[in-house]
């Protein structure tokens, strides 16, 4: 299969955790490519992101990464620090390429996945679609998803691809759900009302959200919602216009 035993690029990015207000010192971490042993820290951080207990069924678990490693291993990304225990895994992202177009019928998670293992991963794909991100709770706010972004942008550039998208989770949910339905709920974070931890922030990092998917992914605090966001590559062919403005299907 194309791409699979290319070898891949190293990913540049060494960040200082300095700007942390919590931590201060020369604390940093990197950017790299999944490994193998990366699989069960994969597991734990996504689990401790989403407030599962770890071993969950339904999250991804480090089987379902070896086989992500074998069919994208250019797109599938850990951040690590290094503490006096050996090195640590605190953010992850995973991605898949597609064919389905962003302007399509959304989709489901895992219909678009097809299963954990990413069964529907395209190696034509025009598309990078975002999997998974998660950040350890006690690494988050310092800049670690926001450079797994930049170093999935850069991979979408490198590919030449269309650009990326996926489903936020509008994990902010939980705190308005006595106030709002989940559809104000997200035309208030797509006009900026309201700041999503999760959605605000991928706006803010050059997402731009298109409309609402209900039931999207299992996730108590999004009340299983998520948001489809969608970057377009500079310099790429425009890519089909949804065939109406966002706020119009939020506001039914
Ligand atoms: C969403 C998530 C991946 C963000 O990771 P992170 O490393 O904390 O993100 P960053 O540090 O790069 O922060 C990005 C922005 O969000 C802001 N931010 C982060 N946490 C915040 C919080 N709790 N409240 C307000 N702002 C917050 C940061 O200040 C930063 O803003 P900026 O635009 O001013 O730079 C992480 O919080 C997480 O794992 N959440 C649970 C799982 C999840 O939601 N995954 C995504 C599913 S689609």
Redesign the pocket.
Known sequence: MKGVHSSIPDVQLEISLERSAHRAGAERYRVEHVRLEHGQSIHE??CY???FPVGTKGCIDKANIKEMVRLFPEGQFV?VTDTPKGEKVI?LALTMRTDYAPSARPLGWLEMIGDLSLAKHDPEGAWLY?V??????E???????????KAQFALAERLRLKGMY????L?GYESYRERLSVRAYAGKVMRGEV?D??????M??GFKPRTVIENYAW?R??DHT?MLIVWERPGAAPAERPASRPEARLQR
Not at 132 to 137: D, G
Not at 142 to 149: D, E, I, K, T
């Open positions: 951080v996504l992101a989403n407030k951040v953010g975002g998974e991100k998660a950040v350890h709770p690494y988050q706010g310092r800049g670690v998803a926001s450079a797994l972004y996926a489903g936020g989770m994990k700041f931890p999760t959605v605000s922030m991928q803010r990092r996730d605090q999004a998520g």
